[in-house]
């Protein structure tokens, strides 16, 4: 089943240019898909529009059966209940720790504390956070902080990953986790969307790759 479609669609945060203009996609449910693009093509713009963060300029797109062009709060509410975004720039709560930041969009989706509290210990094993997990956002190293980011991504356990540039600011090292860890999410038959400036280069299983350029998007089959 088609997980999001677009069909004419063009991205803009205003009228005198457009971002994206005219583009035709569908992804399925279960995809992992990779999307690249030059500094500025409109990456974050497009993971933007997929969460209901910027309204279609013209044409149409459904995300999960939302349709985006007619956008309604609860609506987008619903949607973002089942997506985990991991942003460029983190968006981590400074007054939190990290534990507590990881655990957020379990707390918002209501779960109980025993349930969230072994939930956040797995992930912050998985993103080897667990002897920073006291810490503050601002106490952290970059890289850590998006690890922290990629863990709140997954912490409600959402059926879509959205994910900005996560190894952006990473080691190799970590990045390989993160890769595995967004792997083995989709393994799971989550979708798992990651704009990326450089592809991974060791990726064993089906995938797709969208290239955006000239307001344009390309795919390499
Ligand atoms: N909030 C905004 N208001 C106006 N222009 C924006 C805004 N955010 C991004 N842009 C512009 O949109 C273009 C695409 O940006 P972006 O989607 O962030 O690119 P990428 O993520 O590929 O680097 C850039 O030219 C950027 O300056
Ligand atoms: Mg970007």
Redesign the pocket.
């Given at each position: 089943m088609a997980l999001i479609t677009a069909k004419n669609l063009t991205l803009a945060?205003?009228k005198r240019?457009q971002?994206l203009s005219h583009i035709d996609f569908e992804i399925q449910e279960g995809e992992l898909v990779f999307i690249t693009?030059?500094?500025?093509?409109?990456?974050?713009?497009?993971?933007?529009s997929f969460y209901g963060a910027i309204a279609p300029f013209e044409g149409s797109l459904i995300v999960s059966g939302a349709d985006l062009s007619r956008p309604k709060k609860s609506m987008i509410n619903t949607l973002r209940r089942n997506l985990g975004i991991v942003f460029?720039d983190y968006k981590l709560i400074k007054e939190w720790d990290i534990e507590k930041n990881i655990a957020l969009p379990m707390i918002i989706a209501g779960y109980s504390k025993d349930v969230v509290r072994r939930q956040v210990d797995k992930l912050l094993a998985h993103v080897r956070l667990t002897h920073r997990k006291d810490r503050y956002p601002a106490e952290l190293s970059g890289g850590e902080q998006q690890r922290a980011g990629v863990a709140r991504a997954l912490a409600h356990n959402p059926n879509i990953i959205l994910a900005?540039?996560p190894t952006g600011n990473l080691d190799d090292y970590s990045t390989e986790l993160v890769m595995e860890l967004f792997l083995k999410v989709n393994a799971l038959g989550k979708t798992v969307i990651i704009?990326t400036h450089r592809m991974p280069g060791n990726i064993n299983v089906a995938y797709r790759h969208f290239h955006?350029e000239s307001r344009g998007m390309h795919e390499y089959t």
């Open positions: 945060y205003n240019e971002i693009g030059m500094s500025g093509s409109g990456k974050s713009t497009l993971l933007k460029q900005d540039e704009v955006l």
